[in-house]
């Protein structure tokens, strides 16, 4: 068998249709997750967040507002005001009062204190005297002058061992609208950070509270905001300002190098804004990791396609090429790959200068052959001669068919002499070979002239002194073979 290079290169059109399916996948599967992405982020800011600190604050009202609620109660309770005017004469009433007020709501501390006498009365008695020297009393001086009804602060509490505790102190004014003391009751902090951690297990938001300066009030255990001044802190000090003028809305911003998502809604009865926030990763986690699935289905599905488009592609291809580069009678390269051919064998002698020798071949007598038994049967001798020559050529040959019943062979790294030796070889076999057409057995010989390129000529001078030792051959009685050299 000979060896044909090849002519087509579907390289090209692999790589094309690799681009146009990748670029196509990728571009379907990252808009999706972009607008995906967008209406997700979308949703949380219009709809989730919102409806999440709508919860909460209802659920503020019920649990964190209920003591703004029994302070104002106790501060217009008409007991603890006649109390008061009329001398605060039995101390053991008011503690009794303030027992009862802690043990019915469960608070943790419960408080009066008066502007007259500054007796600052407790569940368990008078515990001191309030003096404006004194800077651990400065919240009874601050809310004996502020405008407001009530204010919510956070204190150690002195009754209860120091605890740091949230008070509602309300102001209590007499019947005719003078300020006779505040009153109120206590929660402590640790009991309302594990109220705060409770919603963000719940909502899987991260929640906390802010005061109109910007500083962070109360924050749950596991909260990612532990800062006291948002002002300080990455992301949100650009917004701060813009929030607690705003007092409620929706904001995004960008810390520790993920995006955070915020809803800001501002609580009249605690004079406090409510912070709910989620991290953009954590709410797109589960879109990304469709998006990585659909990016590797889109590779498998791109591998699957290329492999089977170049399977098809080489089928097709080999088709191809078999139809372009061959003759369809004899199954030889046709002249049109053979000009491919010859010129890349030529150019590998000017790299590598090995001997090449053309055989120039003819049936004798074809003529007769057609006439006598027919156009078919000619057409079969010739198929029947190609055969024999490719079982005796090797596969670096090249073997053609030259036109009607001419053929060429090119030997590569060939010597004269041992071209000389292949040309009787096939001579001797095609004159032994028994052709058969229609039953009928047809003696067939060959002519061959031979050339060797001389390393300066062109190709075609060394083919024409070849042509020119075949006539000498067939001149010479056919069914031999004549040498020609170069002169």
């Known amino acids: 068998m000979y060896s044909t290079h090849r002519i087509f290169q579907r390289q090209p059109l692999i790589l094309l249709l690799s681009a146009l399916l990748i670029t196509g996948f990728f571009a379907t599967t990252l808009s999706s997750y972009y607008v995906s992405k967008r209406a997700i982020l979308d949703a949380i800011i219009a709809q989730e967040l919102p409806l999440t600190s709508s919860n909460i604050y209802s659920e503020i009202q019920k649990d964190l507002v209920q003591p703004v609620l029994i302070s104002s109660t106790m501060a217009h309770d008409t007991f603890l005001r006649d109390w008061v005017l009329a001398g605060e004469k039995d101390g053991e009433a008011m503690a009794r009062y303030l027992r009862e007020i802690k043990g019915r709501y469960g608070a943790f501390s419960s408080f009066f204190v008066s502007e007259r006498s500054a007796s600052y009365y407790t569940g368990e008695g008078?515990?001191?005297?309030?003096?404006?020297?004194?800077?651990?009393?400065?919240?009874?001086?601050?809310?004996?002058?502020?405008?407001?009804?009530?204010?919510?602060?956070?204190?150690?509490?002195?009754?209860?061992?120091?605890?740091?505790?949230?008070?509602?102190?309300?102001?209590?004014?007499?019947?005719?609208?003078?300020?006779?003391?505040?009153?109120?009751?206590?929660?402590?902090?640790?009991?309302?950070?594990?109220?705060?951690?409770?919603?963000?297990?719940?909502?899987?938001?991260?929640?906390?509270?802010?005061?109109?300066?910007?500083?962070?009030?109360?924050?749950?255990?596991?909260?990612?905001?532990?800062?006291?001044?948002?002002?300080?802190t990455e992301g949100l000090r650009d917004l701060v300002d813009r929030i607690l003028r705003e007092k409620s809305g929706s904001y995004q911003f960008r810390a520790n190098g993920s995006e955070h998502l915020l809803n800001v809604n501002y609580i009249p009865e605690l004079k406090w804004y409510l912070f709910v926030e989620k991290g953009v990763d954590r709410a797109l986690a589960d879109i990304r990791q469709t998006l990585y699935i659909n990016l590797a289905i889109c590779l498998g599905i791109t591998l699957l396609v290329l492999f089977l488009t170049h399977i098809a592609l080489t089928r097709y291809q080999r088709r191809i090429e078999k139809m372009a580069a061959t003759d369809k009678l004899t199954g030889l390269l046709n002249r049109q790959a053979f000009g491919i051919l010859i010129d890349k064998a030529f150019a590998d002698y000017r790299r590598d200068p090995r001997p090449i020798s053309i055989l120039m071949i003819d049936v004798d007598n074809f003529k007769s052959i057609n006439d006598h038994y027919g156009h078919v049967a000619g057409d079969h001798i010739l198929n029947q001669v190609a055969a024999r020559f490719l079982e005796g050529l090797r596969a670096s040959d090249i073997a053609v068919r030259w036109g009607?019943?001419?053929?060429?062979?090119?030997?590569?790294?060939?010597?004269?002499?041992?071209?000389?030796?292949?040309?009787?070889?096939?001579?001797?076999?095609?004159?032994?070979?028994?052709?058969?057409?229609?039953?009928?057995?047809?003696?067939?010989?060959?002519?061959?002239?031979?050339?060797?390129?001389?390393g300066v000529e062109a190709y075609e001078a060394t083919i024409s002194r070849a042509d020119t030792g075949l006539y000498a051959a067939k001149n010479s009685g056919r069914n031999r073979v004549c040498v020609e050299t170069s002169s």
């Open 404 to 454: 009607g019943e001419e053929f060429l062979i090119v030997l590569k790294g060939c010597e004269l002499d041992h071209a000389r030796r292949i040309a009787e070889h096939l001579r001797a076999g095609i004159e032994q070979t028994q052709f058969k057409a229609d039953k009928a057995s047809i003696p067939v010989t060959i002519s061959i002239g031979i050339s060797q390129y001389d």
């Open 126 to 232: 008078i515990l001191k005297r309030v003096s404006p020297q004194e800077p651990r009393d400065a919240w009874y001086y601050r809310v004996r002058t502020m405008q407001e009804p009530y204010e919510i602060n956070v204190d150690p509490d002195l009754a209860n061992r120091d605890a740091l505790t949230i008070f509602v102190n309300y102001r209590v004014f007499d019947f005719d609208g003078h300020f006779l003391g505040a009153t109120g009751i206590g929660l402590t902090v640790d009991a309302v950070r594990r109220l705060i951690s409770n919603y963000q297990q719940r909502y899987h938001r991260t929640i906390y509270f802010v005061d109109a300066e910007g500083k962070i009030v109360l924050f749950g255990n596991q909260s990612g905001r532990q800062e006291t001044d948002l002002r300080a």
